[in-house]
T-cell receptor, first 113, second 113 residues
């Protein structure tokens, strides 16, 4: 059974700092990994999707990497801004039905002005 | 712009009541999903539907049922609400071949007293 863990559960950083969020998963047989952002009281917004054959994906100040063999992904946020404050979740899609997506519990990020 | 709407943002119901949560999407997506999100547990799939009148159980279907009579609408039904069903409920939709590109609604926070 796939398990996805995100540590730390919460993170507070000063504005302008570069930061890394971590996601680990127990079964390396995955199709893809996706990073989401969730603002308070709102649904999830997709940030980046990495296919299992890829090592990284970039979008603006965000860079996500994937190391399938070690069961790890990182989301790098450059020059953090207060508007980046949100909860970040990773989700892994695994074999066993095309709907089999396992979500992590998220890292709550606060960027202090 | 894809839009997924949920009928209520906040809902308070009593134990034993029958509860309907409605989700509507406007992008003609084939797939629709219901998740619940709990602290420390992440998002867990309750049910999903890949076509009108078609449904499949997710990871935690017990105590829930669903209905999809029209392509744009997917309803989650709690036949007899219990306090352990107090949670945030998130609806999502996606196109059939791109199930990982899920678009989420804002969520319904349900409290059962």
């Amino acid at each position: 059974k796939q398990e996805v863990t995100q540590i730390p559960a919460a993170l507070s950083v000063p504005e302008g700092e570069n930061l890394v969020l971590n996601c680990s998963f127990t079964d390396s047989a995955i199709y893809n990994l996706q990073w989401f952002r969730q603002d308070p009281g709102k649904g999830l917004t997709s940030l980046l999707l990495i296919q299992s054959s890829q090592r990284e994906q970039t979008s603006g100040r965000l860079n996500a990497s994937l190391d399938k063999s070690s069961g790890r992904s990182t989301l790098y946020i450059a020059a953090s801004q207060p508007g980046d404050s949100a909860t970040y979740l990773c989700a892994v899609r695994s074999p066993g039905g095309y709907q089999k997506v396992t979500f992590g519990t998220g890292t709550k990020l606060q960027v202090i002005p | 712009d894809v839009k997924v709407t949920q009928s209520s943002r906040y809902l308070v119901k009593r134990t034993g009541e029958k509860v309907f949560l409605e989700c509507v999407q406007d992008m003609d997506h084939e797939n629709m999903f219901w998740y619940r999100q709990d602290p420390g547990l992440g998002l867990r799939l309750i049910y999903f539907s890949y076509d009108v009148k078609m449904k499949e159980k997710g990871d935690i279907p017990e105590g829930y049922s669903v209905s999809r009579e029209k392509k744009e609408r997917f309803s989650l039904i709690l036949e007899s609400a219990s306090t352990n069903q107090t949670s945030m409920y998130l609806c999502a939709s996606s196109r059939r071949p791109r199930v990982y590109e899920q678009y989420f609604g804002p969520g319904t926070r349900l409290t059962v007293t």
